[in-house]
């Protein structure tokens, strides 16, 4: 396993500051006609980093170049307040000026065993191909505190190395199915970000960095891009129970 690059911020707001910039440096280099496809997650850190974004970087980006795919959605319907893309909307996505055929949504109204493999192909008709998979040039993902990522979670570790592009998922508190990318795909990203916040995951974060060796029941310990980079962006609180040896590896910003 490559050793991941860590980043830590002491507020939220420099750790969206900084995916801004890195953002926008990746598509100021985009040569015409050229595309920079991001691969975006929900819940509450992803949700204060793109209102971040769009209150700061809006204008600053070059949207035009930028497709945003969704690493999961949860199976209800875009206006549901549980929708991933009905809250990257609202945070994101409404405040910028990207183009509507830039978003793929994933269909979360309709049957998700029909859903998962149709949004696959359109992964595939829309990201670069490499070895063999969708290679999407930034992952944006989560950490859930059960060491979930996307919609893969302990209990469905399997699905990580899952074969197809996307798979169903249930969550396992909620029985709320998913539609999920596999790990295979996050692993094939040119760049794959955790961006985690706040002391509730620092338990987590610490067992996943420290190389415990209960980490591997952790599907987010599983993700290493192959030919890729790896980067977590955390919080002060969120590192707050690293030990010394990965602090002083990490950078503090
Ligand atoms: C989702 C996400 C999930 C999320 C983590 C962290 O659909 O919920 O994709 O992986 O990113 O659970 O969410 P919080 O930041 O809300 O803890």
Not at 112 to 132: D, L, W
Not at 134 to 151: I, K, R
Not at 165 to 173: F, G, L, S
């Given at each position: 396993?490559?050793?991941?690059?860590?980043?830590?911020?002491?507020?939220?707001?420099?750790?969206?500051?900084?995916?801004?910039?890195?953002?926008?440096?990746?598509?100021?280099?985009?040569?015409?006609?050229?595309?920079?496809?991001?691969?975006?997650?929900?819940?509450?850190?992803?949700?204060?980093?793109?209102?971040?974004?769009?209150?700061?970087?809006?204008?600053?980006?070059?949207?035009?170049?930028?497709?945003i795919?969704?690493?999961?959605?949860?199976?209800?319907?875009?206006?549901?307040?549980?929708?991933n893309?009905?809250?990257?909307?609202?945070?994101?996505?409404?405040?910028?000026?990207?183009?509507?055929?830039?978003?793929?949504?994933?269909?979360?109204?309709?049957d998700?065993?029909?859903?998962?493999?149709?949004?696959?192909?359109?992964?595939?008709?829309?990201?670069?191909?490499?070895?063999?998979l969708?290679?999407?040039?930034?992952?944006?993902?989560?950490?859930?505190?059960?060491?979930?990522?996307?919609?893969i979670f302990?209990?469905?570790?399997d699905?990580?190395?899952?074969?197809?592009?996307?798979?169903?998922?249930?969550?396992?508190?909620?029985?709320?199915?998913?539609?999920t990318?596999?790990?295979?795909?996050?692993n094939?990203?040119?760049?794959?970000?955790?961006?985690?916040?706040?002391?509730?995951?620092s338990?987590?974060?610490?067992?996943?960095?420290?190389?415990?060796?209960?980490?591997?029941?952790?599907?987010?310990?599983?993700v290493?891009?192959?030919?890729?980079?790896?980067?977590?962006?955390?919080?002060?609180?969120?590192?707050?129970?690293?030990?010394?040896?990965?602090?002083?590896?990490?950078?503090?910003?």
């Open positions: 396993m490559m050793k991941p690059v860590i980043k830590i911020f002491s507020s939220i707001e420099k750790l969206a500051s900084h995916s801004a910039e890195f953002i926008r440096e990746q598509t100021d280099e985009i040569l015409s006609g050229g595309s920079y496809t991001v691969a975006v997650s929900g819940g509450s850190t992803p949700r204060a980093v793109y209102k971040f974004i769009a209150d700061n970087f809006g204008n600053s980006i070059n949207w035009h170049y930028i497709k795919f969704f690493c999961d959605e949860r199976c209800v319907p875009p206006d549901d307040n549980d929708s893309y009905k809250m990257t909307d609202e945070t994101l996505l409404k405040k910028i000026n990207i183009p509507a055929e830039n978003i793929f949504r994933i269909k979360g109204e309709n998700p065993f029909r859903e998962a493999p149709s949004y696959s192909e359109v992964i595939k008709n829309n990201a670069q191909p490499k070895n063999g969708p290679q999407f040039d930034l992952v944006m993902l989560g950490l859930g505190e059960d060491g979930h990522t996307a919609s302990p209990d469905q570790i699905k990580f190395y899952s074969k197809n592009i996307c798979e169903v998922a249930i969550h396992p508190a909620t029985g709320q199915k998913r539609i990318i596999s790990g295979e795909v996050i094939n990203a040119k760049l794959a970000a955790f961006i985690v916040t706040g002391e509730k995951k338990r987590i974060v610490s067992k996943i960095l420290s190389g415990s060796a209960e980490k591997i029941n952790y599907p987010a310990s599983l290493d891009p192959k030919k890729g980079k790896l980067i977590w962006m955390l919080d002060t609180a969120a590192a707050n129970l690293l030990d010394s040896k990965i602090m002083q590896r990490g950078k503090v910003y």
